[in-house]
């Protein structure tokens, strides 16, 4: 089976640039999580989404979006880009929202100049 | 606020040797426990998980981990480890308050000496 997949796996923007950065669930997943991590750090919650709809909130400044699609895949958008959102955005995913193990995609490497 | 402490930033052993890598968490009430592997160019994979029951876990690949509620922890172990073990691990918890989203440590990073 194949795992989350995650999409691009480099970017590279300017401040204030926005980014959209996409990631598919292991079939059958229902829940998308998405991560940052920063270099030297673990993964910080960005948010999560189950069957379409906003679960969970972390930390984040209104810059960070996200959507869930019928198909259960998903985006998260960054708008007004910061040196200090170069970061690996991780996206998880689990069979429901709640207390299930997540299984993580390789991540997409955002690097903002 | 919920944390969870990885007392070992960096760690190195020889190969053959014991390992314990230390995790504690700040949350009074239930929680899940689990600990995640990234291997040098792979991403994050689940080592084992703690939801209820025997206390002593055992993950892939010969880890275990005790969940020792009075203390708060979740240390992870390993009788021998390998060359293969170099890695960075992280604890992660997540509350039955909060269950959508896990909290993890800074990690540890483990490198095995052959």
């Known amino acids: 089976d194949a795992g989350v997949t995650q999409s691009p796996t480099h970017l590279i923007k300017t401040r204030g640039q926005h980014v959209t950065l996409r990631c598919s669930p292991i079939s059958g997943h229902k829940s998308v999580s998405w991560y940052q991590q920063v270099l030297g750090q673990g993964p910080q919650f960005i948010f999560q989404y189950y069957e379409k709809e906003e679960r969970g909130r972390g930390n984040f400044p209104d810059r960070f979006s996200a959507r869930q699609f019928p198909n259960y895949s998903s985006e998260l958008n960054v708008n007004a880009l910061l040196l200090g959102d170069s970061a690996l955005y991780l996206c998880?995913?689990?069979?429901?929202?709640?207390?299930?193990?997540?299984?993580f995609g390789p991540g997409t490497r955002l690097t903002v100049t | 606020a919920q944390s969870v402490s990885q007392h070992n930033h960096h760690v190195i052993l020889s190969e053959a040797a014991s390992l314990e890598l230390g995790c504690n968490y700040s949350y009074g009430g239930t929680v899940n426990l689990f600990w995640y592997v990234q291997y040098p160019g792979q991403h994050l994979q689940l080592l084992l998980k703690?939801?209820?029951?025997?206390?002593l876990v055992k993950g892939i690949k010969g880890f275990e981990a005790e969940f020792i509620k009075s203390k708060f922890s979740f240390n992870l172990r390993k009788p021998s480890v390998q060359w293969s073990d170099t890695a960075e691990y992280f604890c992660a918890v997540n509350s039955m308050d909060s269950s959508y989203k896990l909290i993890f440590g800074s990690g540890t990073r483990l490198l095995v000496r052959p």
């Open positions: 703690y939801f209820s029951g025997d206390p």
């Open positions: 998880a995913s689990s069979r429901v929202s709640g207390s299930y193990e997540q299984y």
